[in-house]
């Protein structure tokens, strides 16, 4: 707070419209630093509101992808029963090796099956690999981003208690001050009184 300049009347004191003015500016100043600080608090808190939706978002993202993982280990498992029923059709080798004209035919046709299944078995190998390496990475960046997260959120936290405390101790100390000009104030007063009864 800037220095105010109080003037002394002649009889000894101060200028009470001095004493008043003065008091007036250091309301006046505490209450803008009260406006200031809880502005501040406002907009940390508006900061940590914003974190806390960029967490969410983040694990539903996580969500999303394991349920992706799901949806994959689950056609895979289809795969492999498709493929299992596949097996049934080894009894008939026998079979077609009486029907010789069709033998052939069945051959290539089993060749062709193998090679379905066989590219099927790498693709679904290729792509539960893919879908494992995405969500470990997907995990490992939001791991990290959870850390700097909390990080920010307790340092935030921190800085607003801090600045809360001081708002406190500035509130507890304001009544004393005022209480202190008050008790100047009623001297002044009793001292004018006492002057204007000695020249009467």
């Known amino acids: ?56 978002s983040l694990r539903a993202q996580v969500s999303s992808l394991s349920a992706e993982r799901d949806h994959l280990q689950e056609a895979l498992g289809q795969e492999s029963a498709s493929r299992q029923q596949l097996e049934v059709l080894k009894p008939l080798e026998a079979e077609v090796a009486r029907l010789r004209p069709d033998a052939e035919a069945y051959a290539q046709f089993r060749e062709r099956i193998g090679a379905i299944e066989c590219e099927a078995r790498k693709r679904a190998a290729d792509l539960e690999l893919a879908t494992v390496n995405q969500l470990q990475k997907t995990v490992d960046l939001f791991r990290e981003q959870y850390q700097t997260l909390m990080s920010t959120f307790e340092s935030t936290a921190n800085h607003v208690n801090g600045e809360l405390r001081k708002v406190e101790v500035n509130l507890t100390q304001l009544p004393r001050a005022m209480d202190q000009a008050g008790t100047e104030l009623n001297e002044l007063a009793a001292r004018l009184e006492r002057s204007k009864e000695a020249q009467q």
């Open 1 to 56: 707070m800037e220095n105010y300049p109080i003037k002394s009347v002649t009889f000894g004191g101060f200028d009470k419209q001095d004493v008043i003015r003065y008091i007036e500016q250091a309301a006046q100043q505490a209450a803008a630093a009260q406006q200031t600080l809880q502005a501040e608090n406002e907009d940390l808190r508006n900061q940590i509101t914003g974190l806390s939706a960029e967490l969410s």
